[in-house]
């Protein structure tokens, strides 16, 4: 009954099924790597921005370029304030409101993006405290250029003259006349009342919107190993109903100019004057 599964149509089918299924577990469990990888980088990153408050501050210069080693390190710089920017819609404690940036003029002029704090409600000037004057010296966590799209940045443009909507060189380069680092600082302690902007954790790490990604891709690569088991099985059981609809003779008969279903076999008319019933009989 089962002769056909050596035929050279089931022979491909089952090579297929046979390297499908193990392709389907290995990446399946390979996105579940992933996944477990990125949590213990969270819990990592946790541990991390709770040691980095406690160490000593290191010169900005030592820190830099940022990477997932340097980011959230404790950094310090002198310098004095320059031009303040507002970033708005970005939400602290469930709450809607706006950073308060500002420009550190240090090296001889090249600038540092600091937030000095959080505010809530809408972007404006007049709420926004101005920086301390004189030469200050600044400590806090440093952070890599943001990306539109990530952790809530946005990608908007056309806002009002005073803000940006990105903490990055690219975006600053075009809103002040002087060079800007690729990196920036929130401070520990909110200045003048505003309250804090905690770190973030490094960009391609902790359990963001990529890491359930990665879980999703592993449950689906998990469905495609169990989808393809069970279209072999249906395929399986509809051969074999073909093949004993045609030792029955019930095979119907194919639409003209189009083949018999694959194991069975064309169906006979019975003779002028002879009995369809007495045919059946002696085809069986």
């Known amino acids: 009954m089962y002769r056909f599964l050596l035929t050279p149509r089931w022979w491909g089918i089952n090579v297929f099924v046979l390297l499908a299924i193990p392709f389907c577990i290995f990446m399946g469990s390979w996105q579940l790597g992933r996944f477990e990888a990125r ?13 980095d408050k406690k160490e000593t501050p290191r010169p900005l210069a030592e820190l830099l370029p940022v990477d997932k080693a340097t980011s959230g390190r404790q950094a310090t710089a002198t310098g004095h304030y320059d031009r303040q920017l507002l970033v708005p819609d970005r939400r602290l404690d ?27 409600g809408d ?3 007049a709420k926004a405290p101005a920086p301390p004057p004189g030469d200050v010296t600044v400590t806090g966590a440093l952070q890599a250029n ?3 799209g990530d952790n809530g940045v946005s990608a908007q443009g056309g806002l009002p003259a005073g803000q940006t909507a990105a903490i990055s060189s690219a975006s600053l380069v075009n809103l002040v006349p002087y060079d800007v680092y690729p990196a920036w600082i929130t401070l520990d302690k909110g200045d003048a009342g505003m309250k804090a902007v905690p770190a973030s954790a490094p960009a391609d790490s902790g359990l963001d919107l990529k890491a359930f990604q990665n879980l999703g891709y592993t449950g689906e690569w998990f469905v495609f190993a169990g989808f393809v088991v069970f279209m072999w099985f249906r395929l399986l059981r509809r051969e074999v109903e073909f093949q004993k609809d045609a030792r029955l003779g019930l095979t119907p008969e194919p639409e003209p100019g189009t083949a018999p279903e694959p194991g069975t076999a064309p169906r ?3 003779a ?13």
């Open 39 to 51: 949590v213990d980088e969270h819990r990592e990153a946790k541990a991390t921005a709770t040691a």
């Open 94 to 120: 469930d709450r809607r409101g706006f950073y308060v940036l500002t420009l550190l003029r240090v090296d001889g002029g090249k600038a540092l993006p600091v937030v000095r704090g959080w505010l809530p």
């Open 123 to 125: 972007a404006d000037p």
């Open 146 to 148: 943001e990306t539109p």
């Open 268 to 270: 006979t008319e019975p």
């Open 272 to 284: 002028p004057g002879t009995d369809a019933t007495s045919t059946q009989t002696a085809a069986t």
